[in-house]
């Protein structure tokens, strides 16, 4: 079946504009999972939704961060005023229940200039 | 809090020799640690749990608590394994969200 995915795959954009990156799980998987992957940092977690409860964003790193999924389904991850050091491959993941296997999509490459 | 760490950014073997990539954790509790594995031009992908004691690929990866560790081998190496290894461990939260060591690309030589 159809795994995650991600778009764009590839996203340029100026410092200070606003970006929007999309999340499609895996239908069926109840936890979704927004991660970024940066050269300075590593893999670290963003937020963390689950079915209709609100979600987890103690990983945001700023309040320029925000995240929306919709219908339980779709996910949006938002990044307002973008800073050169946002520029990283934004990764989300999808699992059946929370604390099961992940699944990761294939990631969207953020470049602020 | 919790960390993991992957002392090796970059490791080469040659084909048919063994491979050890280290991961060491700090966790107050039981840890539940996985490894995942990003080949070029793929996504990330998990390898093996420590719960589910597998094998995958000829990985095998123990859970020492005594050390902390819980490092991924596998005997004879081929080069159809090389790629970025991420060590990880699953969080204490409600999100179980996880904890990624820094990765150790591995190089197998032909």
């Known amino acids: 079946g159809a795994g995650v995915s991600q778009s764009p795959s590839n996203k340029v954009t100026e410092k200070g504009k606003d970006v929007e990156l999309r999340c499609d799980p895996i239908?069926?998987?109840?936890?979704l999972y927004w991660y970024r992957q940066s050269l300075g940092q590593g893999l670290e977690f963003l937020i963390y939704?689950?079915?209709?409860?609100?979600?987890?964003k103690s990983g945001l790193p700023s309040d320029r961060f925000s995240a929306e999924r919709t219908g339980g389904s779709v996910s949006t991850l938002t990044i307002q005023r973008t800073q050169q050091e946002d520029s990283a491959v934004y990764l989300c993941?999808?699992?059946?229940?929370?604390?099961?296997?992940?699944?990761f999509g294939p990631g969207t490459r953020l470049t602020v200039t | 809090a919790q960390r993991v760490t992957q002392p090796e950014k970059l490791l080469s073997v040659f084909k048919g020799a063994p491979v050890e990539l280290k991961c060491n954790y700090s966790?107050?509790?039981?840890?539940?640690l996985f490894w995942y594995v990003q080949y070029s031009r793929q996504r990330l992908q998990l390898l093996l749990r420590?719960?589910s004691r597998e094998s995958i690929k000829g990985f095998t990866a123990d859970l020492n608590k005594g050390e902390t560790s819980f490092h991924l081998k596998k005997p004879f190496a081929q080069e159809e394994d090389s790629a970025m290894y991420y060590c990880?461990?699953?969080?204490?939260?409600?999100?179980?969200?996880?904890?990624f060591g820094s990765g150790t690309q591995l190089t197998v030589l032909p």
């Open positions: 993941a999808s699992s059946t229940r929370t604390g099961s296997e992940q699944y």
């Open positions: 239908s069926g998987h109840t936890a």
């Open positions: 939704f689950q079915g209709n409860s609100a979600p987890d």
């Open positions: 966790y107050s509790g039981s840890p539940e």
């Open positions: 420590h719960i």
């Open positions: 990880a461990l699953s969080g204490i939260g409600s999100a179980r969200q996880l904890t």
